[in-house]
């Protein structure tokens, strides 16, 4: 199919000024590019989680999966080892993934699955109006923490690096063009890819102010130097005043779980007939 509506009519109803209308769009401009390469979006698998960020399912004409709350990864995984030739990207909630969903990232990471994890990362729980995250920062008021969180952030890249992500990569909301690039290497790298992507929330956390003046490109590092993407990764905003740098910071090639499960299995006609098979006898 060729030509499709990209963006459903499905009626949108984030916030004015969420920052999710930019992935949206990113994502849109992804997926055009890839139909005039020639690449069926037939072939593309969205699978969301529960958040507003899970409501792009809606809002994107392509193949997708609502999963439940921090089970995007466990979905996708089932997709992408019952279909190898199928490219799927997750998107997910800093509350869905850092929260309920942490256990299949890490392990996600680990078996280096070949499949693009996209964290809509607001730092605060956007549906159910204001409750802290695992990211948010220390003294953040919500309604769950009225005097403020105690807790400082745990560091996204920083866990992904240690659990054998091999494309590990941070962008920001406010600069499409850059993250336009991560999320379209991300999807073309093979392995885990992983973009944080810092979002805003216009209602519950309306953090530009605070981002625009830190963040910075990664001009000058190698991704390819696994210590010293660890050692950038490391400059985080544990005190609210260190810079927040945007770019890919690991990328590195190793064998992925899917290709080893294709070698050890089956075929991939009996693969077919093997799902064929378990959908027919749930019928």
Not at 102 to 131: E, P, S
């Amino acid at each position: 199919m060729t030509g499709r509506p990209i963006i459903t009519d499905i009626q949108n109803t984030w916030c004015p000024g969420c920052g999710n209308f930019s992935i949206q769009h990113t994502l849109k401009n992804i997926l055009a590019d890839m139909e005039k390469e020639g690449r069926s979006l037939d072939d593309v698998v969205l699978v969301s989680g529960i958040g507003c960020h899970a409501k792009i399912a809606d809002y994107l004409n392509i193949n997708s999966f609502y999963s439940l709350h921090g089970r995007t990864i466990p979905v996708a995984t089932g997709i992408k080892l019952a279909n190898p030739r199928l490219t799927v990207i997750c998107c997910c909630g800093d509350g869905d993934c850092y929260a309920e969903g942490l256990d299949h990232l890490l392990f996600a990471a680990k078996r280096n699955l070949d499949i693009t994890v996209m964290v809509h990362n607001n730092r605060v729980y956007g549906l159910t109006t204001g409750q802290y995250t695992p990211t948010s920062p220390l003294g953040f008021r919500g309604k769950s923490t009225p005097m403020g969180t105690e807790e400082f952030p745990f560091n996204p890249l920083e866990l992904m690096l240690a659990s054998g992500a091999t494309y590990v990569a941070r962008g920001y909301t406010k600069k499409m063009d850059q993250l336009k690039g991560l999320i379209r290497e991300g999807i073309d790298h093979h392995g885990f890819s992983f973009i944080d992507v810092l979002q805003i929330c216009a209602t519950f956390f309306p953090a530009a102010d605070y981002y625009t003046p830190r963040v910075y490109d990664l001009a000058d590092h190698d991704p390819a130097q696994f210590m010293a993407a660890c050692t950038r990764a490391r400059e985080w905003d544990y005190n609210g005043d260190a810079k927040i740098p945007l770019g890919v910071f690991y990328r590195a090639r190793f064998p992925t779980f899917d290709d080893r499960m294709a070698q050890i299995e089956m075929g991939q006609d009996q693969r077919d007939a093997a799902v064929r098979g378990i959908m027919s006898s749930r019928e």
